[in-house]
């Protein structure tokens, strides 16, 4: 592979364009919102800047990275030469399937189609294109440029050459692989999510402040971040979703967000992007 798309230039799109273009692959960043595109070239310049203060690349390297990167409107456009795509768009399904269709239409026929998705089903994506033996999973975690994980979920269709295409491929991008099957919130989001859900429920009961419950979790479980922190950093919305997502697919009860989660969400305080979450920023 030495041409890539991705789809959506927000938090996690511009990371992966990012990496890509770090590694010498040519990346077409395509969003419909050209404002989005001009915000997330500033967004990759200042992160590929923080790794040459650390003096983890060169000056030169960070000017050849940002020239792999070419930005594009039109979906019909970006996606026509490359040899694989990488949605990394809102996380909706009605959303997530009117895109597929329209990258399945226009990509190479060879091209892999791969979804960020970090909770929605793989099957059910690759069941609206013409290819779902090439259609896969490839959950990156924030901030991409750092997390050496990247989730690779097999749908029921995916191919056994497309999911060690896209090991050797995350090999290649200096990440280690961990494969897992489709199923809602995958392994990552199954296991953090509930997690952090329980925070907030202790949170709601006044067990305890934000503070203290993010640094029982730093100090006493070593997590870099505690799980409100972490929340505000993910997005309240976010979290949210993904619990919706796993309460409908498991008809489990255990994964129902927290009734403060949802107030928080109504009311707009979506943490780090909205100014507020469980912390003011
Ligand atoms: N791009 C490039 N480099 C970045 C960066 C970015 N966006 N953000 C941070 N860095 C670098 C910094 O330059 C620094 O580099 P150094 O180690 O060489 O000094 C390093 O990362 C650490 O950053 P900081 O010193 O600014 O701050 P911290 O030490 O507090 O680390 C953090 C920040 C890496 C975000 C750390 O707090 C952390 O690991 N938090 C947990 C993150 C996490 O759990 N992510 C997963 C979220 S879940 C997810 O994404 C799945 C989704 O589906 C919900």
Redesign the pocket.
Known sequence: MKKIAVVGAGTMGN?IA?VFAQKGFAVNLIDSNASALEKAINTIDK?LD??VN?G?INAEDKVIALQQITTFTSIEIGVSDVDLVIEAATENSEIKKSIFKQIDSFAKPECILATNT??ISITQLAAVTARPSKVIGM?????????KLVEIINGKETSETTSNTIVELTNQLGKIPCVVQDAPGFI??RI?MPMINEAIHAFSEGISDAATIDQIMKLGMA???GPLQ?AD??GLD??KN?LDIMHNGFKNDKYAPCPLLIKMVEAGKLGVKTGEGFYKY
Do not use: D, E
Not at 139 to 147: L, S
């Open positions: 990371g990012h992160n923080r790794q650390k983890t970090s909770s959950h990156f975690m924030n901030p991409v440029p750092v997390m990552a989001n953090l997590h870099p971040m972490l950093y993910i976010v979290c993904i």
